[in-house]
């Protein structure tokens, strides 16, 4: 039975009622993996032990036990996410032959939900990176737009799923690191408010090995306090899913009697925050134009953000890599030059200079976060244009932009500190995905999967 169209849902569903067996899921997943080598996705499968765990799935079942809400569902895990057992090298030749020897607290998570862990995805060095090549991986290729990048830093996950090898991919996001990828591919990712997933297991530093110890960063490290993992799936409803499991928490549980009509709602074509295509202007206030009759109320706000992003673009490379740092040394000549001057660079950074740029970075986000003072919901473009290039070139009406300057819309977000749908809702004159950010205010990442959920229906 070809189960490729359907999302981690169905296939959950159909393996909890035994319309067919998590085996031959995998068996499926399995063959599209073998179809797709060149896609680069992968730096390690996990066959054997993944059939393990589909037949234990199986057994469940048929003991007339519950094989948990993702049972039988097929998970890639990106390369800075320990996994007991499989290789965990950051995408850095200077932890090439390293192996985990725990996993992380999501993962565990998700496996004990019935979901199959597959393999390690393909990520940038140290996940610095707007596309996804490594020395220990390759380049990730996108599996559904040949010449456009699969994206950076989770790109060997949304590759795994846009490809329907895996079903559910788990990333991390600092930077627009799920919800880049997401739109580059065209699927569905999360990003959850700060802490509501566990973040152990993340390397460097975050409960993971690299450097010899595990040093603990002070509160006001933006990475320590921005950093994220979540999921990357086929529909919003998988995100849902995989955030009730994640966060041992109801997010399914519904915020308001109506969305969308008791909902208000914030928007922006994102130009504020870097440069952006007409087209992609044109293309979400067509969207807010469509949805604006559903609504309780419609604003637009052509700024939003933009202090958290210059607050973000000042603070982050000063912010001090400490981890990072303490991994690299005595391999400074495995890393990649430019990933060793950022992380130098941003240990040199004075004490004082540090203290004025977080308090800088934390009156940003206290003005922007205002905007949830009159407004349930904000709407704002993934990035100025589509996937770019596999070079990591993105034109925007007759201009090149290149690495962190096309992820502007979703640094900016970063620095807020809300949840993020990044959700497909149009296609570019290439014929590429454009995906919205439906973003709430911290802690409402129910309400942001609602509003997600809802436009996901709506577009069709």
Known sequence: METAPRDA????????????????????????ADAARDLCAFIQEDWDRAAIAAREVDRRRARGKDPGPLAGVPLSVKDVIAVAGLRLTGGSAAYAGNVATFTATAVGRLQEAGAVVIGKTNCPEFAFGAITESAVGGRALNPRFPGATAGGSSGGEAAAVAAGISALGLGTDYGGSLRWPGQCVGITALRPTPRTVPDLGIVPGAGGWYGGGNPAPPGARLQAATQVIGPLARSVRDLRAALAVLSETRPGVRTLPAVPGNVAVAWSDGSALGPVRREVSAMIASLAEQIAPELRTLTHVPDLFAGSLAAYNRLRPMDPMIDHAAAVAGREHLVLPANLDSIQRSME???????????ESEQARRRDLAVFATADIVLLPVAGGPACDVSGKLDIDGHSIFGWDIMGQCRALTMVGAPVVSLPVALSSEGLPLSVQVVARPGADALALDFAEWLEDFIR
């Open 9 to 32: 849902t169905a296939l959950a569903s159909a393996v909890r009622t035994g319309e067919i067996s998590a085996e031959d899921v995998l068996g499926e997943s399995r063959s599209r």
């Open 349 to 359: 950074t004075g004490a004082r200079e540090l203290d004025a740029a977080v308090a």
